[in-house]
């Protein structure tokens, strides 16, 4: 679940591209719903299914929404780090910036519940030469950036370290689904369970990872929440299936290394 703060002024996801005129409100202010609303109702439903889950989260989220924070913690979601906000990539930083981008992101986190994150997602997958070296120094243990495969692994750094690339995923992603696809509810339900069942196939011989990538702005819309409320409940009631969280396949894969 990625929760999200964009800078008021600079353009970001929009559903109506076309409306960016400044200073642009619309394409603002459906991506603001999410976290006065949509968030609201995705706690619930989580709940209700008793489904864990791991929330990518921006730091500045902790200080501009608060309650949010609480929220999640009132509600037992998983957080990893997200960056200081979605406006802002790494891509053009430079090495001391970025580091200090990474520090202060965590120190937010870490006091808002009071542990430091182990995982990272780079806003935008926007990263530079350094990110990964970085976030292995700043004590991230994983990294959500790389969406190359099916299945976690040890991500080679300098000096023999290394940091676990857990796979996130650009298709089953309501971004690329409801937005770039255009899907219906309907439509964005049914391609999460195909993207789930044949992954279970695939698992009987070595298991898989499945990562749905999520938004509260998008999902946490009405129109849609009824379908993903399907699409998970056909992922729960499948036997041999494990949810879970990042941090939990990490420390299983620490485990078996």
């Known amino acids: 679940m990625n929760v999200e703060h964009f800078t008021f002024g600079k353009l970001g996801t929009a559903i109506q591209p076309h409306l960016n005129s400044q200073p642009e409100i619309a394409n603002y202010g459906w991506r ?14 989580f709940a209700e299914l008793e489904i864990p889950v791991t929330a990518a989260v921006n730091g500045e989220i902790c200080s501009l929404y608060p309650e949010i924070m609480d929220g999640i913690q009132d509600y037992g979601w998983e957080v990893m780090a997200h960056g200081i906000n979605n406006s802002t990539g790494h891509s053009e930083m430079d090495c001391l910036t970025e580091a200090a981008t990474i520090d202060k ?91 789930f069942d044949q992954l279970w196939l695939d698992g009987e011989s070595n298991p898989r990872v499945m990562a749905i990538g999520l938004h509260p702005f998008i999902v946490g819309q009405p129109l849609r929440m009824k379908y993903l409320k399907k699409c998970l409940l056909h992922i729960k009631n499948q036997p041999n299936t494990w949810l879970t969280t990042g941090e939990k396949i990490y420390n299983l894969m620490l485990d078996n290394s």
Not at 115 to 139: D, N, Q, R, V, Y
Not at 148 to 175: C, F, M, V
């Open 105 to 195: 992101t965590l120190e937010l986190l870490k006091q808002a519940t009071g542990k430091l994150p182990k995982g990272w997602l780079t806003p935008g997958f926007s990263i530079t030469e350094s990110t990964f070296e970085l976030l292995h120094a700043a004590g991230i243990v994983y990294t959500a950036d790389w969406v190359n495969d099916d299945q976690p692994y040890w991500y080679p750094l300098n000096n023999d370290n290394k940091i676990l690339a857990i796979p996130y995923t650009i298709e089953a992603n309501d971004i690329s689904l409801c937005l770039s696809n255009r899907f219906s509810g309907e439509e964005f339900s049914q391609a999460i369970s195909d993207q």
């Open 32 to 45: 603001d719903y999410g976290n006065r609303v949509g968030i609201w109702r995705l706690f619930e439903l």
